[in-house]
């Protein structure tokens, strides 16, 4: 199959100055010496041929780029025996020193695709094979047609959908869906600017005067997907947030980005109900018991609001920017204001809701809100 003998060589296959291939009639156009790659077990994948590693592996493969090698002819040879496939289908066995020349129109009119996978099974190492993307200096070398009369057995195409960040929104979507479906008065409470800023709330609200109950479990714990969710999309854009990378698994694999996924989201929601707990112990210390749950609830209705948005925000920005890395220098800015005026909105809804001194006030606000401000500012990014 386009076989070329040692005696019609003429020149040898490492001689590339005045011509290659059979009597050197070819001029190289590329050369497939640096595209070689080995299958590594240990990730699943093809990886570049190293020769201080892969030197005793015996097949070595390379992708064959048709569509933008039009009129040129495929070169292979061997120093001894080897066996050529294409695309998994074993097509000749070439023998030692000896061209093999294939026509890439004919190649791609045949597989009709724009890449081919080319391999080659013999002898370990790459110093006694060669392969180039040449052209013909006459029309004088007969070249191979090919037909597709040969049984490719290829591997299933890969049809997993491993797009981690997509399948993340998918799931806040869900978890949005569902908090909507069976928690829907806590939903258009939480969700409400409006409600945010009333500064008066009604003593039946739902979460005032019940600790811990159920909704607040669970807008807690979708806020912590959220959390989880921008930890990672920002972590993607090669932004360290607090070491965060110390606690993940360093994988890019969709199994490990899942894993990192809900162990920041746990964190997060550890977090915050652990400020749950600081809440009614530091109002037990001032006498504030009937604002602490108050406190909560406006801390969370906010977050709520303010972190589904500028993950919308960021993520808009990001597909629409040419460095999105450049998002960093000015991340820390709507979190400063939105903390600053989170502390503002939570002062004057405490004076309106309970009379106390405002040193109490002040002293109060300052541990459970400022501290963890200036802590943020100072070691995050």
């Not at 808009?316 to 998002?327: E, G, K, Q, R």
């Not at 502390?343 to 405490?350: A, D, S, T």
Request: hydrophobic residues 50%; glycine residues 6%; positive net charge.
């Amino acid at each position: 199959m386009g076989q070329v003998s040692p005696a019609q060589t003429g020149r040898g296959a490492g001689n590339t100055r005045n011509g290659i291939g059979p009597g050197g009639r070819y001029y190289p156009v590329h050369s497939i010496r640096d595209d070689w790659q080995v299958y590594d077990e240990a990730n699943k994948a093809y990886i570049p041929f190293i020769v201080e590693q892969h030197s005793g592996i015996p097949s070595v493969s390379a992708f064959i780029d048709l569509e933008s090698n039009r009129n040129y002819k495929l070169l292979v040879w061997s120093q001894e025996d080897c066996y050529v496939f294409l695309d998994a289908a074993l097509k000749q066995k070439l023998r030692a020193g000896n061209w093999l020349v294939m026509s890439i129109d004919s190649l791609y009119r045949v597989y009709r695709k724009p890449q081919l996978f080319l391999t080659l099974y013999g002898p370990p190492g790459i110093e006694n094979k060669q392969a180039f993307i040449a052209y013909p200096k006459s029309a004088t070398q007969k070249t191979v047609v090919l037909s597709d009369d040969n049984l490719s057995v290829l591997p299933r195409p890969h049809m997993v959908y491993d797009d981690f960040f997509g399948l993340a929104l998918i799931f806040l979507l869900g978890t949005h869906a569902f908090l909507f479906t069976f928690f829907r008065r806590p939903f258009l409470s939480f969700f409400s600017l409006h409600d945010l800023f009333v500064l008066r709330l009604r003593d039946e609200q739902f979460v005032i005067n019940k600790q811990l109950n159920r909704a607040t479990i669970a807008f807690t714990l979708n806020l912590s997907f959220v959390i989880g969710f921008l930890v990672m999309f920002v972590q993607g854009l090669d932004i360290d947030i607090f070491a965060s990378r110390t606690l993940m698994l360093q994988g890019s694999q969709l199994p490990s980005l899942i894993i990192d996924f809900f162990l920041v989201s746990g964190i997060a929601f550890l977090l915050m109900m652990g400020k749950y707990v600081a809440l009614q112990a530091i109002g037990s210390l001032y006498r504030l018991e009937s604002i602490t749950n108050l406190h909560y609830f406006k801390i969370l209705q906010a977050s709520s609001i303010f972190f589904p948005t500028i993950g919308i925000i960021l993520t808009a920005l990001v597909f629409n920017m040419h460095d999105p890395a450049s998002i960093g220098a000015y991340l820390q800015i709507p979190f400063v204001i939105f903390y600053v005026g989170r502390l503002v909105l939570l002062y004057v809804v405490f004076t309106n809701a309970a009379s106390v001194k405002s040193l109490y006030l002040i002293s109060y606000l300052c541990i459970v809100e400022l501290v963890p401000l200036l802590i943020g500012v100072r070691f995050a990014l």
